[in-house]
């Protein structure tokens, strides 16, 4: 055995002594081959198309700095203040109402022993699987005019209500799932101290409970004003006359022609946004740090009352949000609601009706699958780029900054700067506007920041020292990346995809601007066929985009599953030990 | 290299002389010259030189934050220097990338790949364009036997015990017979028996394999145990590189003395070239003044407490009459607080095996002599 040892087949003279080796990198020259090509894109597709907004907001149509005068010219109108009151209005008021209620549903998720915690988690997730647009149908055929409540709202719910209430629908699983990981943290220490000093379930919430959780709770509030001040489905459908900063950038873009107006309008929703990124960040860090890693878990404990109450309260709100989607596919289903319900496939003929018909949906299929293929590429392999390799500190920061934008850009702001980047006749890849491509490369940007985020998350819990290891075994970078790191973080590239599928299939914001009649897409179709009046079709398009996203889930999580972990058998066996 | 040109014995002698002398690698290895590296404001490497013989194990020991790990990883190209030079073989690898300086590196944390099998990691570094999968196989099977897990091919890391994962991971860096060996804290995260296996398994390698090897530790005892020198480390800086017995023994400064075992530290005046007054004391010492205490003639003494002679003949030098305040046991001994009875309110420590603590007369009347013997007393400034 010790000659085989000694004299090993790899001489050390042949490998490092007669050769002068280079001092040529070749994984730092493809690492930054790499980063300058994603610095390119996102430079391209994203920091160039916010500039644009800059500019036709603060410049004149001579390229001369405008000054105030857009502003005044704005302010003006004697529309804009109670415009963008009604706006802040309506959106803290969804927060109010959202922020408590989701609040109480994390808590029994987390905090109690209520049955078929499962189950309401995946109900509470559905709205994210649906387009924005679906809340408003639903709410239509609820208290609207042909409604079933009817007589409940008297038509009032064109406008505050039906724009609270869409919007509650909407933002309630963004909420939940911010509320969800703030209760999730919990320091069994700090309960077992309180019970030990006498302190009553109310006094432990109030001090205990309520002080960790308040940075998530803050958080919620933030993110649900913002999402619903920045959105306009829900508004589009059932705002009426009740007319809000979002629309109203919509329609003086796609309907006026008044691209000033409209960058002036998305720079203000820009401000909600950009605080809500800045205060997201913050919160985060003094979130972590409350905890520390000597914590113990907390498990509940059976308390039949507090349980059968947070039953009732998980069921009423399930039900709630059940409610609006069964109506909505419900509707789709029957011929003419509420008066005739006999069942009928009609509505789903369309080739039909105004709106694009079934190209529109192929068209969002394909948009989906190109979305999340070259998504999933770029935005891992970008965030393991900037997680495992160092270049220049200037392009690793810029890098990391212009991964972060997205988020604090809403997706109408983002589509505004591409139909001024791209439509710009002087722009040679004006050729992209009006094709599918373009609407792919807007999408992947929209769902940046999220998908990036998911793929850090995964990229840090792996070994840092791998890179290192390989590079000592003078094995290439990028084989290391392929064999080791991709698989070991085979789920979140798994999950990258099926959030890039389900957000491109049922998003508005941004592509409302950059379709053509050839591209246009099915949840655009859906407004559309709202517009031109035809409810029903609206409706069947709506559950036809709530169908594929629940069946892409569900394919991902079963079918891919099985595949992961037989492609995983190393994660099991590990267990086994 | 050089062909002998009469076999006589008598020019053997010199041609071997100048063939050490013209050929840096016989004798050294890795060659660390005036390595500086900063972070910002902060200096993690400080004009560090280092020579490393070929075949020898060295540790670098040091409190965290010393740079020994940064020193490390800059050998290993993980870390670029801000100045200096790096030269192996003879060859200078300053500005190479990793891939190209030729060293296997084990860290605290392993970097197995959890997704490889045992086989599959070990010959993860064998270049598949250069030898043939038989050879391979091979490879990897005298591998995993010289690490002893013969027939673990097919398993995961994750089934393996840590101490099991990290000689995996020795055979992974091994396998590819690198010219120089890089450890990481490679034992830091195992329990203590595992890691005094583990401490005797790799220095049994190192020596087979002949390996120049680099290990970077804050374990005093696990650089006493594995390494041929050891280099202590401090705020950047290289303050001591001898062998174990030397560092113990004669620390170069006070940083070393403290760092590496117990010390007591009595202030001093220097009274003559070998007389030094503490306190009420004074003491005959060894030590002639050294050039590094300048023209000091006060400082501190280091007396570690094992050297203090607890049952000291009537006529030793350094004989003080003394005060037992507290007995800590410690298992293989006792640690006797004293407080000389010259010297009031200054606590020494010294360690006194059991069987010679049963033997003291006056223990329980808590009074004893004692003598400072002066070959073990230092002074520093």
């Not at chain 1, 999950?495 to 246009?520: C, D, G, H």
């Not at chain 2, 192996?88 to 891939?99: C, K, R, T, V």
């Not at chain 2, 590496?260 to 003491?283: C, D, E, K, M, Y």
Request: aromatic residues 10%; charged residues 15%; glycine residues 6%.
């Amino acid at each position: 055995m010790n000659t085989s040892v000694q004299a090993p087949p790899l001489a050390i003279t042949s490998t490092s002594v007669s050769k002068p080796a280079s001092t040529f990198n070749r994984d730092t020259a493809t690492a930054n081959a790499l980063k300058y090509f994603l610095l390119l894109l996102l430079v391209l597709a994203l920091a160039l198309p916010l500039v644009a907004v800059l500019g036709q907001a603060l410049l004149d149509r001579n390229g001369a700095w405008a000054g105030l005068a857009p502003w005044s010219k704005l302010i003006a109108n004697p529309n804009f203040f109670p415009m963008v009151a009604r706006s802040v209005g309506v959106s803290a008021a969804t927060a109010l109402l959202v922020v408590p209620l989701a609040y109480l549903f994390a808590y029994g998720l987390q905090r109690t022993l209520a049955p078929f915690k499962g189950l309401w988690r995946a109900i509470a997730l559905l709205p994210l699987l649906a387009p924005s647009l679906l809340p408003g149908i639903a709410l239509i055929y609820l208290f609207g005019n042909q409604g079933l409540f009817k007589e409940w709202m008297n038509g009032s719910i064109y406008g505050f209500w039906g724009i609270l209430l869409g919007e509650a629908f909407y933002t309630f699983p963004h909420a939940l799932m911010i509320l969800l990981s703030a209760l999730s943290l919990a320091d069994a220490r700090l309960y077992d101290a309180a019970s030990a000093m006498g302190a009553g379930s109310w006094r432990t919430f109030r001090t205990v409970t309520l002080p960790a959780t308040r940075y998530g709770i803050f958080g919620a509030f933030c993110l649900v004003f913002t999402l619903a001040i920045t959105d306009f489905g829900v508004p589009k459908i059932v705002g009426g006359a009740f007319s809000v900063l979002a629309v109203e950038a919509y329609k003086a873009v796609v309907g006026q022609q008044q691209f000033d107006r409209g960058a002036l309008i998305g720079l203000l929703l820009l401000i909600p946004a950009l605080l809500t990124f800045c205060i997201d960040g913050w919160l985060q860090k003094r979130q972590r740090a409350q905890m520390s890693s000597r914590a113990e878990v907390l498990t509940p404990r059976r308390q039949w009352r507090r349980d059968a109450l947070y039953t009732a309260i998980l069921l009423a709100i399930s039900a709630a949000l059940l409610l609006m989607i069964a109506v909505a596919v419900g509707a789709s289903l029957v011929k003419l609601w509420p008066y005739n319900l006999k069942l009928t496939l009609m509505h789903y003929d369309f080739d039909n009706m105004d709106g694009g018909g079934w190209l529109a949906y192929w068209n969002s299929l394909r948009l989906a699958v190109g979305t999340s293929i070259v998504g999933t590429i770029v935005i891992f392999t970008g965030a393991w780029l900037m997680e495992k390799t160092r270049s220049n500190r200037l392009l690793d920061n810029a890098l990391r900054f212009l991964s972060f934008l997205p988020m604090a850009v809403p997706g109408l702001v983002l589509g505004l700067g591409f139909v001024f980047f791209f439509n710009h006749p002087a722009n040679p890849l004006n050729f992209l506007y009006g094709s599918m491509a373009i609407l792919v490369l807007c999408s992947v940007m929209h769902f940046y920041t999220t998908a990036h985020l998911t793929a850090v998350t995964a990229l840090k819990q792996i070994d840092p020292e791998f890179e290192a290891a390989s590079a000592s075994l003078k094995v290439p970078l990028l084989r290391t990346y392929l064999r080791i790191t991709v698989p070991l973080c085979l789920p979140a590239v798994l999950e990258i995809f099926r959030y890039l599928f389900v957000s491109s299939m049922t998003t508005v914001s941004a592509v409302i601007f950059l379709y053509s009649p050839n591209t246009v897409l099915a949840a655009i179709a859906v407004l559309n066929m709202d517009d031109a009046g035809d409810v029903g079709p609206a409706a069947a398009m709506s559950t036809l985009i709530l169908l594929t996203s629940i069946a892409v889930s569900l394919l991902m999580h079963w079918g891919l599953g099985y595949w992961v972990r037989r492609a995983q058998a190393w994660r099991s066996a590990g267990k086994k030990h | 290299m050089l062909t002998p040109l009469s076999v006589t014995a008598p020019a053997s002698a010199p041609t071997a002389a100048i063939a050490e002398a013209l050929s840096p690698t016989s004798a050294t290895f890795l060659s660390i010259r005036n390595i500086s590296k900063r972070f910002g404001a902060f200096t993690a490497l400080d004009n560090v030189s280092l020579d490393v013989r070929q075949g020898e194990m060295v540790c670098l020991l040091g409190p965290s934050g010393c740079g020994k790990t940064t020193l490390l990883r800059t050998i290993a190209g993980l870390a670029k220097q801000d100045d200096g030079a790096i030269h192996a073989h003879g060859m200078d690898i300053s500005h190479l990338p990793p891939q190209s300086r030729d060293y296997g590196i084990l860290f605290q944390s392993y970097a197995l790949f959890p997704n490889l099998t045992v086989a599959q990691n070990v010959a993860y570094g064998l270049n598949a364009r250069r030898l043939s999968r038989t050879q391979m196989q091979q490879r990897v099977a005298e591998m995993l036997d010289m690490i002893g897990l013969s027939g673990s091919e097919k398993k995961y890391p994750g089934q393996l015990s840590g101490g099991q994962q990290q000689r995996v991971a020795l055979a992974r860096a091994l396998a590819p017979s690198p010219s120089l060996l890089l450890l990481d804290e490679p034992l830091s995260a195992l329990d203590a028996q595992v890691r005094e296996h583990l401490q005797l398994e790799i220095r049994r390698l190192q020596k087979q394999f002949n390996i120049t090897t680099l290990m970077v530790t804050h374990d005093q005892e696990e650089a006493m145990v594995m390494s041929d020198r050891i280099a202590i480390m401090q705020h950047g800086r290289i303050e001591q590189f001898d062998t174990p017995d030397r560092i113990y023994r004669h620390p170069a400064t006070p940083f070393v003395a403290d760092f590496i075992g117990q010390a007591n530290w009595l202030p001093f005046q220097r009274l003559s070239p070998h007389q030094v007054s503490v306190g009420a004391l004074t003491l005959t010492v060894d030590e002639a003044p050294r050039q590094h205490m300048g023209n000091n003639d006060h400082g501190r003494l280091f007396c570690r407490p094992e050297a203090v002679d607890v049952s000291p003949a009537a006529d030793a030098a350094n004989r003080f009459s003394a005060r037992v305040v507290d007995q800590i046991y410690l298992g293989d001994r006792y640690r006797m607080m004293l407080e000389l009875d010259e010297l009031p309110g200054q606590r020494l420590m010294a360690d006194v095996a059991n069987d010679v603590r049963a033997r003291l007369p006056d223990v329980a009347a808590q009074r004893m002599w004692i003598a400072l013997p002066q070959q073990s007393l230092h002074l520093f400034a």
